[in-house]
């Protein structure tokens, strides 16, 4: 099989049943850019795919960054004059601030609040704070449970650690007819969210696992990562392999009921941001394409002017873009499984793209060869839609001069990828086309 046959005979929607399921048994894992969480995370993926595991030792010199020391957590509270926990790092880990020191200690309630952290206009919702860089300790909580502390003494635990260890990656490579490579990324640092990015783990999980029964013409890497010093740690680590990338995503924030949308990569014109933007365009469902920006996810460390890779950032809602984002509301109810399921088709029509993008030669270029009596005109698909499938033919063979690619002559005429490729695919059989050398 190819990805044509996967794409035609893939049941989406019984795949982000799977996936969401997937989401599920990784939703409770408290997460961070290095720890025993990651590695539980990456455990959970290796149920789906061969994934090779990665350690960088702490104090690793990545260009300008450094490995930091790793991070790990038993358990942390905050106990009121009663002893009753009235903040628990057992009941959503999002309640203590990501990478704090170790603490135990009685302190007033006007020292706590000083390491206390809400928000105020959603006053139901836990927000999700972190300390990566700087050390410090500190707390999460709705603020409605804020209003109600008492003016009391409180006993303050966080039974973590921060010491010299390694930061973990995961990466799966794939093997295709050809050494060129296409990226596919995603942050797998953050706890209890499960938009932001659960959703876009759950994704590249079931692509590679579904790429992998599959003959491929690119061969493909799957990395798993966390967000920003990963990519830094990864570049650093590959410097010398990342010329073959040719194609690259960065999947992140796509279970949510928002529109589709993708951050072009830093070059604007590369054959993935034509590739996304003619699927969107193509989908029948509102989308937005926006410009790159250096800011937002690991796009920017791929496209950094002394790599500048052709790596895009597929999502739904931007990042900061909906009121749930890094806040207890990212939860099991905003990701569901019909946006899995378009985000997860709407990929997988990017990479069919890529995969079926070839140039071709007319073989009869003086004037147009008589389609009907090689009985083209019935070849593909039913009788209602004649007419397009013979305009399909003509834009093919009129541009197949060796300069233009499928997804050029789809974009020339207006019609969708697929229908091109068909075209195309009916005129080879028939020696009307040959594919040009790379």
């Known amino acids: 099989m190819n990805l044509t046959d996967i794409k035609e005979r893939l049941n989406a929607n019984e795949v982000s049943q799977e996936m969401y399921q997937f989401i599920s048994q990784l939703y409770p894992i408290c997460r961070s850019i290095t ?56 009941k959503s880990n999002l309640h203590v601030v990501n990478y704090s020191v170790p603490v135990k200690q009685k302190i007033h309630l006007k020292e706590l609040k000083k390491h206390l952290f809400t928000l105020s206009d959603r006053p139901d919702w836990i927000p999700y704070r972190t300390s990566y860089y700087k050390e ?141 933007t003619h699927v969107l365009k193509h989908s029948g469902k509102d989308s937005e394409i926006i410009d790159f920006f250096p800011y937002g996810y690991d796009e920017r460390q791929f496209c950094s002017p002394g790599f500048n890779l052709p790596v895009g950032c597929f999502m739904r809602t931007p990042h900061s873009c909906y009121p749930e984002y890094h806040t207890s509301a990212d939860n099991l109810d905003l990701v569901q499984t019909e946006y899995l399921a378009d985000s997860f088709s709407k990929c997988l029509s990017v990479l069919h793209i890529l995969e079926n993008n070839k140039k071709y030669l007319n073989q009869n270029p003086k004037c147009e060869p008589q389609l009907g009596k090689r009985g083209l005109y019935g070849a593909i698909g039913g009788q209602t839609d004649t007419k397009m499938r013979e305009m399909a033919m003509l834009w093919v063979l009129n541009l197949s001069n060796g300069n233009y690619t499928l997804l050029d002559i789809a974009d020339r005429s207006g019609m969708s990828f697929d229908s091109i490729n068909q075209a195309a695919d009916a005129l080879l059989k028939h020696d009307l086309l040959q594919e040009k050398p790379e």
Do not use: M
Request: glycine share 8%; proline share 3%.
């Open 136 to 276: 410090s300790w500190g707390f999460c909580l709705s603020h409605k449970q804020f209003l109600e502390l008492q003016d009391e003494e409180y006993e303050v635990c966080i039974d973590s650690s921060l010491e010299d260890g390694h930061l973990t990656y995961g990466e799966y490579y794939l093997k295709g007819e050809k050494p060129d490579e296409v990226l596919i990324s995603c942050h797998a640092c953050h706890p209890s969210l499960c938009n932001d990015n659960l959703s876009g783990i759950a994704i590249a999980t079931f692509l590679a696992k579904y790429l992998s029964q599959i003959n491929l013409s690119y061969s493909y890497r799957f990395i798993f990562i966390p967000g920003t010093i990963g990519s830094i740690t990864w570049l650093s680590l590959n410097e010398n392999q990342v010329h073959k990338i040719k194609h690259g995503l960065v999947l992140t924030c796509l279970g949510d009921p928002g529109k589709s949308t993708y951050k072009k990569s830093r070059r604007g014109d590369a054959e993935i941001d034509k590739a996304v």
């Open 35 to 90: 720890g025993n969480g990651f590695r539980e995370t990456l455990h959970w993926i290796k149920k789906h795919i061969e994934l090779t595991q990665h350690e960088v030792p702490t104090g690793t010199q990545v260009f300008d960054w450094t490995v930091p020391k790793e991070w790990n957590i038993k358990d942390a509270y905050v106990k009121n004059s009663k002893g009753e926990r009235i903040i628990d790092f057992n």
